[in-house]
Structure formats: C-alpha cells, structure tokens
Nanobody
Framework: QVQLVESGGGLLQAGGSLTLSCVASESISGRNIMGWYRQAPGKQRDLVALIEDDVKIDYDDSVKGRFTISKDNDKKTLYLQMNNLKPEDTAVYYC?????????WGRGTQVTVSS
C-alpha cells in the first residue's frame, strides 16, 4: 500500500492561492487513479478532483475553473493548485490513490480561508 504525505496547507484570505502537494512512497506512473478529497467540520468527506491514468481529469462543480490537479511522475507527487479561494473551501484536504487495486489515504492538510 502506497504511503501518501500531504503538505502545503495554510491560512489565507479569500481570493488567495495555494498549492497542495502529495508525495507518494512509490511510483505513481502508469494505470492508477489519484485525487484530492476535502472534509469540512461536521461534514462528510467529498471529492474535489481526480486524475485517472494521467489522462482523464474530473472536478467537483464547486471548484471548476479555480482548482487544477496535476501529477509529476518523476517526483512521485500529486498537486492541487487552488486559485480564487473562498471561505467555503475551508477544510482538511486529503490525498487519495487507487493503485494495484488498493486504496491509500494521506493524513490530510488543513486549508483555512478567511473572509
């Protein structure tokens, strides 16, 4: 099972930008699905963005046009570029991977957006 470690969270004002990183313990090239989820206090964990087989990308409607998911297979790193952040984006952001039939989760990184 791949280990995932997120970083890049922080506290910022609305309208700002932030890039989250997720470093994997093993190769993330090839056929797999990786993504970012988020969980706000008192709410369920929701999908933010997915990238499948380095080709297919999908976003939740709430972040389309503002967030960009990408991968650097050489660095074994998944990214989430977040622009024009809103207070409702405040949550713990989790990295997720489905590789070789196994799912893995990171421990999360907190993003707090003030109005």
């Amino acid at each position: 099972q791949v280990q995932l470690v997120e970083s890049g969270g922080g506290l910022l004002q609305a309208g700002g930008s932030l890039t989250l990183s997720c470093v994997a313990s093993e190769s993330i090239s090839g056929r797999n699905i990786m993504g970012w989820y988020r969980q706000a206090p008192g709410k369920q964990r929701d999908l933010v963005a997915l990238i499948e087989d380095d080709v297919k990308i999908d976003y939740d409607d709430s972040v389309k046009g503002r967030f960009t998911i990408s991968k650097d297979n050489d660095k074994k790193t998944l990214y989430l570029q977040m622009n024009n952040l809103k207070p409702e984006d405040t949550a713990v952001y989790y990295c997720w991977a489905l590789t070789n039939g196994r799912t893995s989760w990171g421990r999360g990184t907190q993003v707090t957006v003030s109005s």
